[in-house]
């Protein structure tokens, strides 16, 4: 219970995180820390205008991107396990994320702009080359855990193996993996409206009302997700207790969110042809974390 609690109030918190965190760095005070939440509520208050060029497939897509962050979250050990587990869960939960993409982009195709339809292709071409290296980091993860559920996978049931150089190159893996698909800097920026850099946020600009408001709001649920996720490589959810568990999982994603406060208060977005080069190394990185495992495993 506490689990599904936490997944679905907690998020938007975080993103007030990281805008305290950006603005104490620049000097200024900040908007509140539940700002979100108060944009949220306004938006759901507000009507729903709809391009004429557009069909049901806009009104679908922001449902379905938070059933599918929702539903993928349940698979995910948050506290001690997960609501939803079985073997082979990491695949589900592959698919569901990677779901969330394809309704993002379609919807963006669906309006007929030709603005939303160049971002669909920047997301589409850099959730290509983001994919190779999250679908090899969870292999490399099932394999150093010889497991295929994401509960086994955290439970470290022989230690947790804190200074292997294979974990540390996924975690690593995984923070590059978690700016891009939450189109955090330097990767993408989520406060810009210049046409030559945007991508995610070109692609909901048709949305209004409670239809932003579900748009916004998913994407707080999936940055929180991948928080947790990439937090529990280093420390993994060890008690039992699911207060104290609760306590060490809003720990650990509050002290990720100060940690791209601090990311985007010191970088600047890197140059769209630089993207792609990044992240082919992120995958590169992938393989040699499983290369290491393999070679240890003695394959």
């Known amino acids: 219970m506490l689990h599904l609690v936490l997944i679905v109030t907690t998020p938007p918190f975080f993103l ?93 195709m669906d309006v007929g702009s030709s603005f939303e339809g160049m971002g669909a292709s920047r997301e589409a071409s850099l959730g290509a080359l983001t994919e190779l290296a999250f679908f090899l980091g969870l292999v490399a993860l099932s394999a150093m855990t010889r497991s295929t559920s994401l509960t086994a996978i955290f439970e470290w049931e022989g230690g947790h193996p804190f200074w292997n150089p294979a974990l540390l190159i996924l975690f690593a893996t995984f923070s590059l993996i978690l700016l891009t698909e939450n189109s955090r800097m330097p990767i993408d920026d989520p406060t810009t409206h210049l046409e030559l850099t945007m991508i995610h946020e070109v692609m909901i600009l048709d949305y209004s009302g409670p239809d932003l408001a579900l748009i916004l709001y998913g994407a707080s649920m999936k940055l929180f997700l991948f928080m947790a996720f990439t937090s529990s490589l280093l420390w993994p959810p060890t008690t039992a207790n699911i207060w104290m568990g609760g306590g060490w999982l809003i720990l650990k994603v509050t002290g990720m969110s100060i940690a791209i406060g601090l990311i985007e208060s010191a970088n600047a977005r890197l140059r769209l042809i630089k993207i792609p080069q990044l992240l082919v190394a992120n995958f590169v990185a992938a393989a040699l974390g499983l290369a290491i495992i393999l070679i240890g495993r003695g394959v």
């Open 16 to 108: 007030g995180v990281i805008a305290k965190t950006k603005a104490f760095l620049a000097g200024r005070k900040g908007p509140p820390l539940l700002q979100i939440y108060y944009d949220l509520l306004r938006l759901f208050r507000k009507g729903t205008v709809y391009s004429r060029s557009s069909s049901i497939l806009l009104r679908l897509a922001p449902v379905m991107i938070v059933a599918s962050i929702f539903s993928s979250s349940l698979l995910v050990p948050l506290l001690k396990t997960a609501p939803i587990r079985f073997e082979g869960d990491l695949i589900l939960f592959a698919y569901l994320l990677g779901l969330v993409r394809f309704m993002t982009i379609l919807a963006a």
